[in-house]
């Protein structure tokens, strides 16, 4: 029996599971899809309520997994098989070509000469990057990524070419490692819900109408717009926006669950819009606020400004007049009767799907939900955290990391 | 005795720094000036030959110190890994240098130089911490509190393989879980209530041979610190013990109904949430017409202005629950918003199949006596204006408030003499009796509860090896405070494991090195021990500071404070910093070239400056960067060796404070600034311009901002006369 363990998925959960468990004395493997640790969390511009970057709590992350020998971080990876019972499992880890390898400096001259773009994944396809790519200025692992699906390969070589450290390697193959673990954490985390599946809130049709994700993007200083929020179609600063909650959530059709977070970031986008234009008027269309125990505060602020408008009722629907803006007609419960407003950019705050629906971590069970079963928790040595598990929020997620680190240590103990 | 230190310097020219700077003349200087024992250039230092080439240095003796001229010490950090027995430093030519300078010019190379010159006397002054391990560690862990919470992380800590006493000040385990009948869904489908498993819960911790069971008992004192915390208890055999960290699980108390007058709670048929719970409990058959008040007393000014987060589930329990025991009830719930969210909201859904419960939103209720009936009115219901409805009971959804909180606790020193840590322990409960010099009780968030400030990091309180987990941490439900009792024993376990190895936690983990106080020169100023911001240090009676080492985090705020700078890290030490200060080659008075020294906090100025050079922007040749492990660490002493050393502007960039704040040590930008703020007396006496020192805020988001905000700072100095101290 050995006490090693093994963090599937290297986002704010995973990279916590994993310190946690580290820092207490015990070697972790953290395996993540992506060429980045981070997840979706350093795809943001801010956190609720303090409205503080997500790079900082990250960039201690990074201090800590570089002050830890005890996790081996393996990114480009998949676990694709795990044989065994608690406190004797083998995993089998697939790793992907990067075509990068460790010599890389991130020094950028092969993105100079790369004659190839690629639709930017970290930025939600709001940006193009080249094919061959840094996925971001706090990236961990530092290093550059080749895109092999819009690579021209060795008949371009021009990054090849002009690299000086021999980093990369085009003809790199796949490898594959085994490891022996006591136990496994599942931290898989979330995608997005696909509003294009909202058939009258108009996203994918209409240029403006964007997703919660999407806004978070066109916040971020790193995304297509430098942090500036504009209208999607002509680039113009907004007067008007609206936020139109429970898209696609608590409802039989789509996920039915609350996703828990979408109220607070709301507010949090009504910050930043109001902060960059203090002009602008704010609606937030809502069934219930959902900024619960000490997020009330948070609430609180923003009811304060005269700007923002909360007004209780479902949107029927969202339609473009002939100026490109986004026209938003929902019930006005306490007023009485209908509200239109002719919107600049509506947000729809859309939900959160655990990648476990999509992709069924090994050996987990998933319920209707796609979220890993709360039975799983420890005692066959196979834990999940972060929204793998539910739809958290950032701070239950870290605490529920830290619990599922706790859950991974009891699986390699014989008492 | 210690061996003469040979330093060796490595300069790589990789990365770009080749084409901005002359390499060989930074050699030179590393060898003249920086006294190297041996001077190393190289095209790619991180490849594997040139981390050979420092490997047989190392190897051979040749180096017993060694400095990397190359990126920022943020990446290769595992390349760059010379063993425990050697002082290594980075010095960062490339992102600040390479990356964000114009290549080839002379102030780019004078940027260069000037790193190099720090770098050396830098490594001059290291030596390898000698870690402090406490005698006699514990690895024992106390859970204060015997309810869901404190029971699971016992349970937790136990499986895990620890020795776990349990201190509850009942006669019985369980806690406010003993007064539940049935209790919410924790499990898909979440559709009805569930039992109440508490039972089984106590009779797991009673069977576990790990797990001391302390009951009828309170602390009466609690000495020492991580590793050490030396408790004794009150309860008829004063038992007493070691342990090595604490959770603090001690629960809440319900908001007090009797307060909501304005609600009724003085009438007859009306009653909190807590008595309706004993009464499905008992079995008694709820009347015929109920309604349920929600948010009584909460988001409320007057009373918690908080949300309490589990009350909207939990009536809605006792909605259904009260229909299960009287299908001729009607029940009626007035609420503000339905916050049942994630997957409670499936249980909601539920809910509101059942005909007999009908909710409606609605505010500022009146709840009246009306002939033998209670009524309650309510405005902006969804039916428009003003609604009456007619009960038999109104039960009020209270709120939960930490046990923590006592308003009767008072600090017995006049208002003036009163330190923020003493305003910490106004109306706290006295329930952990530390004997720490700051006070006996954790210092809480807001609102009474002995919270984390940090989203990322939800068990950081503000002393060291105490983790507080469940209700006493902020309202939560029974699965929820269950899952934080597991996280917070796994703090406690790793706070056991890391003490013994000498090692901090969080969020310095692993950091050996630790204050060291040269008492002969001490003045008994209290300064250490009132800006500690973790009460890591205690006092005598004559008011001399007595560290506890276990207690510490290492952020050096301690070091900044001392007016005579007795206090000093293995690694990290205000004559280091000064060295470095002096080291630099200062440009004449006539010669028109500003120097400007900027401290940067290394948690997000940093990283944001070398995101700015990661994208190539440029920042200002004429300043100096010199990061600092937190700004609380800042002496006065480094802003008088700078002005006398002819520095013409000194900025501050830590991380925003305030109450949003960011500082991982609480204060430590705002201590900066307040320490800043008095050198401001000082150079108006010197007759230099206070607009020579800037404190401004920098966050990790901020790298597009910076170039501007030192380019600003460096017009205003430059707008000055040259300090007059350059070549004294």
């Not at chain 1, 990250?58 to 020998?69: D, G, K, S, T, V």
């Not at chain 2, 051979?60 to 027995?85: K, L, M």
């Not at chain 2, 501050?652 to 949003?660: F, Q, T």
Request: aromatic share 6%; hydrophobic share 40%; charged share 25%.
């Amino acid at each position: 029996m050995n006490d090693n363990i093994l963090v599937i998925g290297g986002g704010v959960a995973g990279v916590t599971a994993a310190l946690e468990a580290a820092e207490m004395g015990r070697k972790v493997i953290l395996v993540e899809r992506e060429p980045y640790l981070g997840g979706r969390v350093i795809r943001m511009a801010k956190y609720f309520p303090k409205l503080c970057p997500p790079g900082c709590g990250m960039e201690i992350n990074f201090r800590r997994l570089r002050a830890n020998p005890r996790v081996t971080v393996m990114v480009d990876s998949e676990a694709v098989s795990i044989t065994g019972a608690k406190g004797e499992f083998s995993a089998t880890i697939k790793t992907k070509p990067r075509y990068v390898n460790e010599k890389c400096t991130a020094c950028g001259d092969c993105e100079k000469v790369c004659p190839v773009e690629r639709s930017d994944s970290f930025n939600y396809g709001m940006k193009k990057t080249k094919a061959v790519y840094l996925p971001d200025a706090l990236a961990m692992p530092f290093r550059h990524a080749i895109d092999m699906d819009v690579c021209k390969g060795p008949e371009c070589g021009e990054c090849v070419k002009v690299c000086k450290y021999e980093a990369i390697d085009l003809a790199m193959e796949e490898k594959t490692t085994s490891v022996d673990i006591s136990a496994v954490v599942h931290a898989t985390g979330w995608k997005p819900y696909d509003a294009s599946k909202i058939e009258n809130l108009g996203y994918g049709q209409i240029k403006n109408v964007i997703s919660n994700v999407e806004m978070e993007r066109l916040a971020s200083v790193s995304g297509p717009t430098a942090g500036k929020i504009l209208r999607r179609d002509n680039g113009e600063p907004p007067k008007t926006v609206a936020m139109v909650q429970c898209a696609g959530s608590r409802d039989e059709n789509h996920l039915p669950y609350c996703s828990s977070i979408c109220c607070l970031v709301s507010i949090k986008h009504a910050n930043y819009v109001r902060e960059q234009y203090p002009d602008s008027e704010v609606y937030v269309f809502y069934i219930d606020l959902r900024a619960p125990g000490k997020y009330e505060s948070f609430y609180r602020k923003a009811i304060d400004d005269p700007k923002i408008h909360f007004i209780k009722g479902k949107v029927a629907r969202i339609e473009e007049d002939e100026r490109g803006r986004a026209v938003v007609t929902a019930e006005d419960i306490i007023g009485g009767g209908k509200k239109r407003v002719a919107c600049d950019l509506v947000v729809l705050a859309t939900g959160m799907e655990p990648e476990s629906k999509s992709t069924v971590p090994l050996l987990a069970k998933i319920n209707s939900d796609g979220f890993i079963m709360e039975e799983m928790q420890g005692d066959a040595g196979l834990i999940s955290c972060g929204v793998a598990s539910g739809p958290f929020d950032v701070t239950t997620s870290t605490q529920n990391s830290t619990a599922a680190a706790l859950k991974a240590v009891q699986a390699g103990v014989r008492r | 005795m210690a061996d003469i230190k040979k330093s060796g310097a490595y300069i790589c020219s990789g990365c770009g720094i080749g084409d901005s700077v002359n390499v060989e003349a930074l050699a030179t200087v590393a060898t003249k000036e920086g006294k190297a024992a041996l001077t190393r250039t190289h095209p790619m230092l991180c490849g594997a030959e040139g981390v050979a080439l420092v490997k047989e240095d190392v190897a051979s003796g040749a180096v017993t110190a060694v400095s990397i001229a190359a990126c920022s010490p943020r990446v290769c950090y595992d390349i760059f890994n010379f063993g425990e027995n050697i002082v290594l430093d980075r010095i960062d030519i490339r992102e600040k240098v390479a990356w964000s300078q114009e290549p080839r010019h002379m102030e780019t190379q004078a940027l260069a130089e000037d790193y190099i010159r720090m770098g050396m006397v830098k490594i001059k002054a290291m030596e390898i911490p000698i870690p402090f391990i406490p005698e006699e560690p514990s690895k024992t862990i106390m859970v204060l509190g015997g309810g869901i919470a404190g029971m699971t992380a016992a349970i937790n800590a136990a499986k895990a393989g620890y020795k776990v006493e349990l201190v509850e000040k009942e006669a019985a385990l369980g806690g406010f879980a003993n007064t539940l009948g049935m209790r919410l869904p924790d499990r898909a489908p979440y559709d009805a209530p569930m039992e109440n498993d508490i039972a089984s819960l106590i009779e797991e911790v009673i069977g576990d041979s790990y797990i001391n069971v302390h009951l009828g008992a309170t602390i009466n004192k609690i000495s020492g610190g991580p590793g050490i915390f030396d408790v004794s208890l009150v309860n008829g055999a004063n038992k007493s013990f070691r342990a090595g960290a604490i959770v603090l699980a001690t629960g809440f108390k319900s908001y007090d109904v009797k307060k909501l007058t304005r609600l009724g709670s003085d009438l007859p048929g009306v009653v909190g949430s807590v008595e309706f719970e004993r009464m499905l409990k008992e079995g008694k058959a709820p009347p015929r017409r109920i309604v349920f008040i929600l948010c009584a007393g909460s988001r409320d000014d007057e009373h918690l202005p908080y949300c309490s987060s589990v009350c909207c589930a939990s009536s809605l329990k006792q909605a259904w629950l009260a229909r299960q025991a009287n299908p001729e009830a009607s029940v009626t719930v007035i609420y503000r918003d339905i916050r049942t969210t994630g997957n409670m909201e499936l249980f909601y859904k539920q809910v509101q199949q059942d005909p007999g419960i009908f909710m409606t939103k609605g505010e500022s209720p009146v709840v009246a006596q009306e002939g033998g009936e209670l009524s309650v009115t309510a405005d902006n219901t969804l039916l428009g204006g003003k609604v009456k409805f007619m009960a038999d009971m109104v039960v009020l959804a209270t709120g939960m408030v930490p046990s923590t909180l006592d308003p009767s606790v008072k600090v017995d020193k006049p208002e003036d003499q009163m330190q923020d840590f003493d305003r910490d322990q106004v109306g706290k409960a006295s329930i952990l009796k530390l004997d720490y010099r700051q006070g006996p009780e954790v210092p809480d968030l807001k609102l009474g509860f002995p919270d984390s400030h940090f989203i990322c990091f939800p068990y950081e309180t503000r002393r060291t090896g105490i983790y507080a987990a469940g209700t006493v941490r902020h309202p939560m439900d029974a699965s929820v405070a269950k899952n934080d009792a597991v996280g917070a024993a796994m703090k406690a376990i790793q706070c056991v494991e890391m003490v013994p190895r000498g090692e901090t936690v969080h969020p310095r983990a692993g950091d050996l090195s630790h204050p060291e106080f040269a008492m002969e020169r001490c003045t008994q100023c209290k300064r250490c021990t009132v800006e500690c911001p973790f009460g890591a240090i205690n006092e005598d009676e004559k008011t001399n500071p007595i560290p506890v080492k276990s207690r510490c985090r290492r952020c050096a705020t301690c070091m900044g404070a001392c007016p005579v700078q007795i206090i000093n890290f293995k690694n990290y030490s205000i004559s280091m910093v000064g060295a470095m200060i002096k080291a630099i080659d200062m440009p004449e008075e006539d010669e028109e070239r500003p120097r400007v020294l900027a401290f940067i906090c290394e948690n997000d100025a940093m990283p944001a400056l070398e995101m700015a050079g990661i994208n190539r922007l440029r920042i200002n040749p004429v300043v100096r960067f010199i990061p600092l492990r937190c700004m609380g660490s800042l002496n006065l002493q480094w802003i008088a060796d700078a002005l006398s050393s002819g520095w013409d502007g000194i900025m501050l960039l830590g991380c925003k404070h305030g109450d949003d704040y960011q500082c991982h040590n609480i204060k430590g930008s705002e201590l900066a600034t307040t320490r800043a703020s008095k050198v401001q007396e000082t150079l108006d006496r010197l007759m230099l311009e206070s607009e020579r020192i800037l404190v401004d805020a920098v966050q990790i988001s901020d790298w597009q901002k910076l170039p501007k905000m030192i380019d600003d700072f460096v017009e205003q100095v430059s707008g000055m006369e040259p300090n007059p101290y350059k070549g004294f």
